[in-house]
């Protein structure tokens, strides 16, 4: 299957600072990708839909100023969580949308990548 | 509004035992219903996926099993083994909205040696 990869896959910072989370496809393009954050025994709540070339999309209720995704090309997403606070500390995950072939047909097939831990003490 | 309901919220199973696992979903527009497996600490990975036009899908000892009328759709893992202990979640989307993924609430599965 195709590969996503996050880095950092585990960051520590201190109250206050700002962390980006950086989310490749590694060998295809993603015209979209989502970002999700997981809670500890809990499901994936989707935060927002990041288009290359635009402004990402967020859900009701993710603050965008706080959580700001650049898309900035086909192969990468970021996320940056700023002014990070302890209750930001979460399992942030990326997927990206596989578009096969030269059809570029949506196979509905997501691929996820291995996560990001943040913690902030 | 949770749109992707999801049972058991865990499960323990015997060692060769069959697991299953169910959804329930509330919107028609939903055409595409993957299973993904999550291992703690890492991402989802994409178990299996069907759509509408079947019935059922069977990957190796993994089946999904769909029922459009009920919209309802299932999961079973024959000969259930310990390293199948996981985070199973379903999902749904419509393809037409760029795979934006909803989540069931997850079920632990436990395989007892």
């Known amino acids: 299957g195709a590969v996503v990869s996050q880095h950092p896959s585990w960051v520590i910072c201190k109250s206050g600072t700002s962390v980006k989370i950086e989310c490749r496809s590694l060998d295809f393009q993603a015209t979209t990708m989502f970002w999700y954050r997981q809670f500890p025994k809990q499901s994936l709540m989707l935060m927002a839909t990041s288009n290359e070339g635009s402004k990402a999309t967020y859900e009701q209720g993710v603050e965008k100023d706080k959580f700001l995704i650049n898309h900035a090309s086909l192969t990468l997403s970021t996320l940056t969580v700023t002014s990070a606070h302890p209750e930001d500390s979460s399992f942030y995950i990326c997927?990206?949308?596989?578009?096969?072939?030269?059809?570029?047909?949506?196979?509905?097939?997501?691929?996820f990548g291995e996560g990001s831990r943040l913690t902030v003490l | 509004q949770q749109q992707v309901k999801q049972s058991p919220q865990s499960l323990i199973v015997q060692k060769g035992g069959i697991s299953i696992i169910n959804c329930a979903y509330e919107?028609?527009?939903?055409?595409?219903f993957p299973w993904y497996q999550q291992f703690p600490g890492k991402g989802p990975a994409l178990l299996i996926a069907i759509r509408p036009d079947v019935s059922e899908k069977k990957e190796g000892r993994f089946t999904i099993s769909f029922n459009k009328s009920a919209k309802q759709f299932s999961l079973h893992i024959m000969d259930s083994q310990p390293g199948d202990s996981a985070t199973y979640f379903c999902?749904?989307?419509?393809?037409?909205?760029?795979?934006?993924?909803?989540f069931g609430g997850g079920t632990r599965l436990m395989v007892k040696p």
């Open positions: 999902a749904a989307s419509p393809l037409g909205a760029g795979n934006m993924l909803t």
């Open positions: 997927s990206a949308s596989y578009l096969a072939g030269a059809r570029l047909a949506n196979t509905g097939e997501l691929f």
């Open positions: 919107n028609t527009a939903f055409d595409y």
